[in-house]
């Protein structure tokens, strides 16, 4: 009797794993209705083919009978993301990209893909590679844009390749103090709180404490699509993205959102509409706790950070043009450009124009997160690499900021480009360091009113459902915490969408595929185990079960395996 019953249970697991993505994928979608990709103003994104390991681990949990994990893993792993390329030959490439285009078109979807070949990307470290030069990054790029051809994709150019440039990692010192991690995502002094309010944040629970109960379980629209070679990846607390209430009106389609040409800005004179969600919120943790008599308005020609509010963090001393520093002595001492430098802007010039003149293709630069480069360093980075021939710039690669540090960010860092544009200095920006009682103020006196006048942005809201992690010192004493890599307890985030409702983003994305693994994260130890999780992480891009898990179970919105039926 006991034989019968355990041949039926293993047989009935077997058939459940079997079947479980043939039940599911008619009705796998996002649970959330902004993300409904059957409106007519979304357009809908690509979903390519699963990780193989993610499939077998799929097939496991059903085997174990745990078909709520299961329903949730496929749900995850079945959603929109992007293809990564980067460590293909020049003929692999083509091919490869030609036939994620090709599979696009057939279904009617965008493909979102990630070009990560950059010389000396990641400072050699967990995801270290590239092309070898110049000349062949240049032959490497020909050939991806070979290979789209007149297909219509968004492309997130080179993740970490401008907030990480080679200066940064030949100063040690520099990136010590930055924080600067080995990915798109590490965290910048920015992101430190101020002294005073280090010892509040050391009380909080930690980070990576569980829930007592597993949320219900989210289901993203996607589609089945073709394998490729994606790249490793390492660069994810409350997804709903809010609307601006004064921008909403004048949100363009999504066609045009993601037009390869958007227009330059022509002047950034009238009052621009605010990315704040709430009517007067308080200041975060790079913010002063108090707020100081309101200064005269700034002018273009005598704007500074330190005229309005001091800046709590020093930003990044490297400088991407040494003859932009001005003779003021305000502005630290530049770093001499070195010749890799040098070359990373010339490659990533270069790429912007081949691929932005294909015609349908989309190209947004790097412009790191929220908490790692200020405004007035990040945006002559984005003019030096040719911001102003690219359709905009990505934020939180591979990270884990909140939707509404990153949507501030952005419309800080668009209006910085367009008040460049129009002559003024980056240095006499607003900062995400500034109350957002002197930033409206600043954004009131500089920013353009139309949108369609400024840059546009995209977000990597993959893992980004619990926000950062943040460690207690008391419990995690390691040489370098490196919060970015594999932390605990994160989960996933807002579903892929191009109707953000915001006129400056053009799309919340997956750039990171969800449970791929961000390297080994020794945290300054000799390894080989991450001593935050106890057991040795997969190298970068590969699958990484644990964390998989923990982002379908900690996501939010939470994961829901069945499209809700409306009316009923």
């Not at 360093?377 to 003019?383: A, E, G, K």
């Not at 006499?428 to 600043?442: G, L, P, V, Y």
């Amino acid at each position: 009797m006991r034989k019968r019953r355990k041949i039926l249970t293993v047989s009935t697991a077997v058939v459940a794993a079997a079947t479980l993505p043939l039940l599911i994928s008619p009705v796998v979608s996002a649970a959330v209705p902004e993300d409904d990709d059957e409106s007519p103003r979304t357009t809908r994104l690509y979903a390519p083919p699963p990780d193989r390991d993610s499939y077998r681990q799929v097939a496991r949990l059903a085997w174990r009978g745990d078909f709520r994990g299961s329903a949730g893993l496929l749900s995850m792993v079945r959603t929109p993301h992007a293809v990564w390329y980067g460590d293909e030959t020049p003929e692999q490439v083509t091919r490869l990209v030609r036939r994620t285009a090709g599979s696009a078109g057939r279904q009617g979807t965008l493909p979102v893909l990630a070009l990560y070949n950059v010389p000396g990307r990641d400072c050699g470290s967990y995801s270290g590679g590239g092309a070898d030069g110049l000349a062949a990054y240049q032959a490497w790029i020909d050939a991806v844009a070979e290979g789209i051809g007149d297909s219509k994709v968004l492309i997130v150019l080179e993740p970490d390749s401008l907030a990480l440039l080679p200066s940064d990692c030949a100063d040690a010192s520099n990136a010590e103090e930055t924080a600067v991690e080995p990915r798109p995502e590490q965290p910048a002094a920015e992101d430190q709180p101020a002294a005073e309010e280090q010892t509040a944040a050391e009380e909080q629970p930690a980070a990576e404490a569980s829930p007592t109960e597993l949320p219900p379980l989210p289901d993203p629209d996607a589609t089945t699509a073709p394998p490729t070679a994606p790249a490793a990846s390492d660069t994810g607390q409350e997804a709903v993205q809010s609307t601006d209430p004064e921008s909403s009106d004048s949100r363009p389609e999504a066609s045009e959102l993601l037009a390869p040409t958007p227009q330059k800005p022509q002047q950034a004179a009238a009052p621009g509409p605010s990315a704040s969600q709430s009517p007067d919120p308080g200041p975060s943790a790079g913010q002063p706790s108090t707020l100081p008599e309101l200064p005269p308005l700034p002018t273009p020609g005598s704007v500074t950070p330190d005229s309005v509010t001091p800046d709590p963090v020093t930003p990044d001393p490297v400088t991407p043009d040494s003859e932009d520093v001005s003779d003021t002595g305000d502005v630290d001492t530049p770093v001499v450009e070195d010749p890799e430098t040098a070359a990373r802007y010339s490659g990533i010039n270069y790429a912007v124009d081949i691929l932005g003149a294909l015609g349908n293709a989309s190209v947004y630069l790097d412009a790191g997160h929220a908490g790692w480069h200020s405004v007035s360093d990040i945006v002559p980075r984005l003019i030096k690499a040719g911001i102003d021939r690219a359709t905009g710039f990505a934020l939180n690669v591979s990270h884990y900021q909140t939707d509404q540090d990153s949507a501030w960010y952005g419309r800080l860092v668009s209006s910085c480009l367009a008040y460049a544009d129009e002559g003024g200095d980056p240095e006499d920006c607003a900062e995400q360091s500034w109350s957002r009682r002197h930033a409206r103020r600043w954004l009131r006196a500089h920013a353009p009113d139309d949108p369609a006048r400024m840059k546009h942005y995209v977000t990597d809201t993959s893992r980004n459902g619990q926000g950062p992690w943040a460690p207690r010192p008391a419990t995690h004493r390691h040489p370098d915490v490196q919060p970015w890599c594999n932390p605990p307890g994160r989960g996933l985030g807002r579903r892929p969408t191009t109707r953000t409702g915001d006129a400056l983003m053009d799309a919340a994305l997956w750039v990171k595929t969800p449970g791929e693994s961000d390297g080994r994260c020794l945290r300054g130890t000799d390894g080989p185990l991450d001593p935050v999780r106890g057991t040795v992480n997969p190298e970068a891009g590969q699958w990484f079960p644990e964390q998989a898990l923990e982002l379908v179970r900690y996501a939010d919105p939470a994961v829901s395996a069945f499209r809700r039926i409306r009316g009923r």
